[in-house]
């Protein structure tokens, strides 16, 4: 072999890498969370039992595939905080999951929207904003709803 030679199977190997490595990692990264049916409010029960009040609540339907309605919520907390959690649901995993991929596709200040968001069953819980404490005490009770339908 040539230095020329290998010189092209180093690219050839550097050229598989970039691409194909990226795309590994996702799969590998990304886990589908299962699909069930959580039945009632799983955030107003989540604020419910972290001590949180429901300000507000609004009806609303996002724009996209299988969405089947949801609901905005206004939360405050003791020390003054307000954030904003808005949840939908999906009539199937597909199109959760979707909805799910299209977020992440974008990145910030590109199109991507600046919150967190979490899967509960049937339902995006997407929270604004993203460093919002109220979002991180709603987290673990809504974690434990998801689990305690599955």
Known sequence: MTLTKNGEIGLALLIAVVLVLPSIMLCLIYEEAPYHTVAGEPVREAADAAGISVADVEGT????????????YTLTDAEGNTAYIATQAFNCAESRDAAVRLYNAHTLGKGKPVGSMIVVGQYIVYATPANSPIF?????ALQQAAKATT
């Open 61 to 72: 339907l996002w724009n996209m595939a299988g969405a089947t309605g949801g609901k905005t």
């Open 136 to 140: 991180a005490k709603l987290v673990p």
